[in-house]
């Protein structure tokens, strides 16, 4: 059975850091994209952050310069670092595996997802 648990979610102080991991059980990943999603009370799921399988990385235009993604493929797990958090940051972040070997900023490209990990960001 496939499974993707995430942790590292919390409260933080606006300009703190967090560190989210994503942990893949059930197959390897590593011929995989991963990505990380977010959403917030009362809007859609959307992108953050996306890794292929050779390490290239992509970024939501919102976190640029704040998060970075990273893999590390024989602990088959994927991290998300959130640095100079802001409020509008607060959502619940979701790790997700592609459906090939490129990151996508389309959820419908994803097919195994995590159960989320909130992440909330005080003023």
């Known amino acids: 059975q496939v499974q993707l648990v995430e942790s590292g979610g919390g409260l933080v102080q606006a300009g703190g850091s967090l560190r989210l991991s994503c942990a893949a059980s059930g197959r390897t990943f590593s011929s995989v994209a991963m990505g990380w999603f977010r959403q917030a009370p009362g809007a859609e799921r959307e992108f953050v952050a996306g890794i292929n399988w050779s390490g290239g990385t992509g970024y939501a235009d919102s976190v640029k310069g704040r998060f970075t993604i990273s893999r590390d493929n024989a602990r088959n797990t994927v991290y998300l670092q959130l640095d100079s958090l802001k409020s509008e940051d607060t959502a619940v972040y979701y790790c997700?595996?592609?459906?090939?070997?490129?990151?996508?900023?389309?959820?419908?490209?994803?097919?195994?997802w995590g159960q989320g990990t909130q992440v909330t960001v005080s003023s």
């Open positions: 997700a595996a592609g459906r090939s070997s490129y990151y996508s900023q389309q959820a419908r490209n994803y097919n195994y």
